[in-house]
């Protein structure tokens, strides 16, 4: 019997997970691990023979982002430094998907940077005047075409690990090749019969880069998990709604219908924006349906 090993998820494929420990991946198992193992987590593992081993323990995590199933929770990544979320003019973005995936970082206490993909395409410039509020809200933006030069990107990622997201047809892939030589993720211009096979496995990896830090990539996941939330974990993740706290009439107000809502008096001075207060009251209501499953 080997003694148990400490290492880190690099990989993560359903139940099977690579754990990279001593300069060497060992390929996992979770043996059906109560409440699952997240990418970038730290573990203890028992090795079971050359190169594989069992997890035994997860260690205590920094943070815990969720991936998005259907009413359903399933870990994604942990022990993160901050989230890029990438967007672009075409395909056309959903506010939506945007403001969620704002929410889902800043409920687990990490800083969110978006960036504006396609700036060589003229429709961007619309879309950078569009994303202005949200730069006021406090988030970063930085505008990149993935094509022609990645280098602000790189910057961006230097030294820190980063979770990669958004809408399909962003160039998420395409930046991940440029980041990382090898990487090989297969990007909108391959055939799609090809894309089709790759996007419906959900894995999640870890990539090393070359300047130090590292790019989580999970393909085909555009949106990550909101089930876990409650109302007032989700109030709390809009930072222009936390600022009004304590001015409601009702300590307990959920600034629905309210009167004398603090929140609601602000979205008809135009303080806050409509897109922003119409996707949380849907959350609201789609985490107390879900609460019920
Ligand atoms: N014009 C333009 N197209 C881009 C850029 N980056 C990616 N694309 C294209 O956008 C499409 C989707 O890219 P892909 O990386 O597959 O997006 P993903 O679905 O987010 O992984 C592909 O046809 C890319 O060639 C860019 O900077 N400018
Ligand atoms: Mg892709
Ligand atoms: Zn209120």
């Given at each position: 019997?080997?003694?148990?090993?400490?290492?880190?998820?690099?990989?993560?494929?359903?139940?099977?997970?690579?754990?990279?420990?001593?300069?060497?991946?060992?390929?996992?198992?979770?043996?059906?691990?109560?409440?699952?193992?997240?990418?970038?987590?730290?573990?203890?593992?028992?090795?079971?023979?050359?190169?594989?081993?069992?997890?035994?323990?997860?260690?205590?995590?920094?943070?815990?982002?969720?991936?998005?199933?259907?009413?359903?929770?399933?870990?994604?990544?942990?022990?993160?430094?901050?989230?890029?979320?990438?967007?672009?003019?075409?395909?056309?973005?959903?506010?939506?998907?945007?403001?969620?995936?704002?929410v889902a970082s800043a409920a687990a206490g990490i800083p969110a940077h978006i960036v504006l993909n396609k700036a060589d395409l003229p429709e961007t410039a619309w879309l950078y005047t569009r994303l202005r509020p949200y730069r006021e809200l406090g988030y970063d933006l930085t505008t990149l075409t993935a094509k022609a030069d990645i280098a602000p990107l790189r910057a961006l990622l230097a030294g820190k690990t980063s979770v990669l997201v958004g809408a399909s047809g962003v160039g998420k892939s395409t930046l991940i090749n440029a980041l990382v030589p090898g990487a090989n993720a297969g990007t909108g211009d391959i055939s799609s019969a090809l894309n089709a096979g790759r996007h419906t496995t959900t894995h999640t990896r870890a990539f090393p880069l070359p300047g130090g830090g590292e790019i989580i990539d999970s393909p085909g996941m555009q949106e990550f998990g909101l089930y876990h939330l409650g109302t007032e974990d989700l109030m709390n993740a809009f930072p222009e709604f936390r600022e009004l706290s304590g001015r409601c009439r009702f300590h307990n107000c959920r600034?629905?219908?309210?009167?004398?809502?603090?929140?609601?008096?602000?979205?008809?001075?135009?303080?806050?924006?409509?897109?922003?207060?119409?996707?949380?009251?849907?959350?609201?209501?789609?985490?107390?349906?879900?609460a019920a499953y």
């Amino acid at each position: 019997m080997s003694a148990s090993l400490q290492g880190r998820v690099v990989a993560v494929h359903g139940q099977h997970l690579h754990v990279l420990s001593g300069g060497e991946v060992h390929e996992c198992v979770t043996r059906g691990k109560k409440g699952g193992v997240a990418c970038n987590d730290q573990v203890i593992f028992k090795p079971t023979g050359p190169g594989t081993g069992v997890i035994e323990k997860v260690l205590q995590r920094r943070n815990l982002l969720y991936r998005s199933i259907a009413h359903r929770t399933k870990l994604l990544a942990a022990n993160v430094d901050q989230v890029v979320v990438v967007t672009a003019a075409v395909p056309a973005p959903r506010d939506e998907l945007l403001i969620r995936t704002l929410v889902a970082s800043a409920a687990a206490g990490i800083p969110a940077h978006i960036v504006l993909n396609k700036a060589d395409l003229p429709e961007t410039a619309w879309l950078y005047t569009r994303l202005r509020p949200y730069r006021e809200l406090g988030y970063d933006l930085t505008t990149l075409t993935a094509k022609a030069d990645i280098a602000p990107l790189r910057a961006l990622l230097a030294g820190k690990t980063s979770v990669l997201v958004g809408a399909s047809g962003v160039g998420k892939s395409t930046l991940i090749n440029a980041l990382v030589p090898g990487a090989n993720a297969g990007t909108g211009d391959i055939s799609s019969a090809l894309n089709a096979g790759r996007h419906t496995t959900t894995h999640t990896r870890a990539f090393p880069l070359p300047g130090g830090g590292e790019i989580i990539d999970s393909p085909g996941m555009q949106e990550f998990g909101l089930y876990h939330l409650g109302t007032e974990d989700l109030m709390n993740a809009f930072p222009e709604f936390r600022e009004l706290s304590g001015r409601c009439r009702f300590h307990n107000c959920r600034h629905l219908k309210e009167p004398d809502c603090a929140v609601l008096e602000a979205l008809r001075a135009g303080r806050i924006l409509e897109e922003r207060w119409r996707v949380y009251r849907g959350l609201v209501r789609e985490l107390e349906s879900a609460a019920a499953y």
